[in-house]
């Protein structure tokens, strides 16, 4: 399993912008896919957004089409996820997390193999 860390996180006013970081040491993350979630309190983790493992292929949850966009680093062998326009309703802790992956579908919650510990996001004026 990997070791992912997240950083960006933080308290942000509505429609304001922060950028997400996962970054691992002592693997390429750039041969996993890479998935973001977050959970809100009382809520179920729910996913946010993926990139395929070499980054040709990116998906993205309905509530956060054209306002999060998910890349790579490969030069830091980091995955980001820019968010703007943020929200009240993406208050949540964020995870990152990871999946050798060999499908041509995409990996459910399920298939992931390796978290982050979490970043806290909060959307609030």
């Known amino acids: 399993q990997l070791q992912l860390v997240e950083s960006g996180g933080g308290l942000v006013q509505p429609g304001g912008s922060l950028r997400l970081s996962c970054a691992a040491s002592?693997?390429?993350?750039?041969?996993?896919?890479i998935g973001w979630f977050r959970q809100a309190p009382g809520k179920e983790r729910e996913g946010v957004s993926c990139?395929?493992?070499?980054?040709?292929?990116?998906k993205y949850a309905d509530s956060v089409k054209g306002r999060f966009t998910i890349s790579r680093d490969k030069a830091k062998n980091t995955v980001r996820l820019q968010m703007n326009s943020l929200k009240p309703e993406d208050t949540a802790v964020y995870y990152c997390?990871?999946?050798?992956?060999?499908?041509?579908?995409?990996?459910?919650?399920?298939?992931?193999?390796?978290w982050g510990q979490g970043s806290q996001v909060t959307v609030s004026s």
């Open positions: 990139i395929s493992s070499g980054g040709g292929r990116t």
């Open positions: 002592g693997f390429n993350l750039d041969n996993y896919v």
């Open positions: 997390a990871a999946v050798r992956w060999y499908e041509s579908s995409w990996p459910t919650v399920r298939d992931f193999d390796s």
